[in-house]
């Protein structure tokens, strides 16, 4: 049975960290190698600080991955989707390599990403790194729960990972959204507390949904939230923060690439009501990009083509 990435799957951690690298021309085979080696190394760490309940996720950029595998592909694998019927400037950038590590500690995270970038150092440079933080026990800077009701349990798997017998070869795989979105806090501040709660359409302190007469179509919730289980997507987002910008930094799994896609496509206006998410009227995408997060078995086989 394939192995997924334990990041995937993991419960919600302090600390977040974000490395966004591209891969040096013709490196494809030492790079190949090395990502391998990621999982034991983290899993070393892992076990080194046990209390920080460290995981990582390595996700391969939709543009890259034939370079890099070039013998197979997931099915839906795509470029971040550039949507014709909105107006959204969605930043879409073609990164090569994702890399999340996530834990209860930043000094933790701060190891582990430079052992990660010293593995990998004469093979990539870094595009950005990012920084994210649990704020008030899951809430995102508006001052709200920034995913009311997440998938729990078994569904998170059903959700997140690639099924068996879909596509044996890419079982407990992702497919993986990430978008950085810039907040203009300053606006958001000046509405008035039901005001904000319209645009999120849930309760700001208990994060419940409003009821139906409060509750407009194109609410935050209405556009992101979804009852049925082909169409969920497991949210990983954690606030970022600093002097000049502060924001979200919205990392998305799927099991099924056109998950991913409908989801994005509802919030930017490709729905009922025909508008985009009322949120959006506060804040802009600085960066979206697609990848696949194969598991960990998928990443040792890779090393010598056993595919």
């Known amino acids: ?25 013709g490196h494809e085979r030492q790079i190949r190698h090395k990502l391998a080696r990621v999982p034991a190394l983290i899993e070393r760490l892992s076990d080194h600080f ?15 991955w034939d370079s890099l595998y070039p013998d197979s592909r997931p099915i839906g694998l795509a470029p971040f989707p550039s949507l014709q019927h909105t107006d959204i400037e969605l930043a879409e950038a073609p990164i090569d390599l994702f890399i999340q590590v996530r834990s209860d500690r930043q000094d933790v ?12 150092e004469s093979h990539v440079e870094i595009q950005d790194t990012w920084q994210g933080f649990r704020y008030l026990d ?5 001052g709200f ?28 795989g992702s497919y993986v959204f990430v978008q950085q979105v810039i ?51 497991l949210r990983q987002n954690m606030p970022f923060a600093q002097l000049k910008q502060q924001g979200n930094i919205e990392v998305s799994y799927a099991a099924c690439a056109e998950v991913l896609v409908n989801a994005l496509t509802r919030r930017l206006g490709g729905n009922a009501a025909g508008a985009s998410d009322q949120l959006l009227d506060y ?7 697609a990848f696949f997060a194969p598991s960990i078995s998928f990443l040792e086989l890779a090393i010598n083509h056993q595919l």
């Open 138 to 142: 899951g809430r995102n800077l508006t």
């Open 183 to 233: 907040f203009d806090l300053k606006i958001w501040q000046h509405l008035t507390l039901a005001e904000q709660e319209q645009v999120m359409g849930i309760d700001k302190v208990t994060g419940k949904v409003l009821a139906d007469e409060r509750q407009i179509e194109v609410s935050h919730w209405a556009l992101t939230e979804q009852t049925d289980t082909n169409s969920l997507v």
């Open 1 to 25: 049975m394939a192995r997924e990435q334990l990041g995937i799957c993991t419960e919600a951690n302090l600390h977040g960290s974000y490395l966004l690298l591209n891969a040096l021309e």
């Open 50 to 64: 046990s209390e920080a309940m460290l995981t990582s996720v390595i996700a391969i950029g939709s543009n890259f």
């Open 283 to 289: 804040s802009q995408f600085a960066c979206s990009a």
């Open 109 to 120: 995270n701060y190891i582990a990403c430079q052992q990660l970038l010293q593995l990998l």
């Open 145 to 172: 729960v920034d995913v009311p009701n997440p998938p729990k349990g078994r569904l998170k798997r059903q959700v997140a990972l690639v099924d068996q017998q879909q596509q044996p070869l890419f079982a407990a």
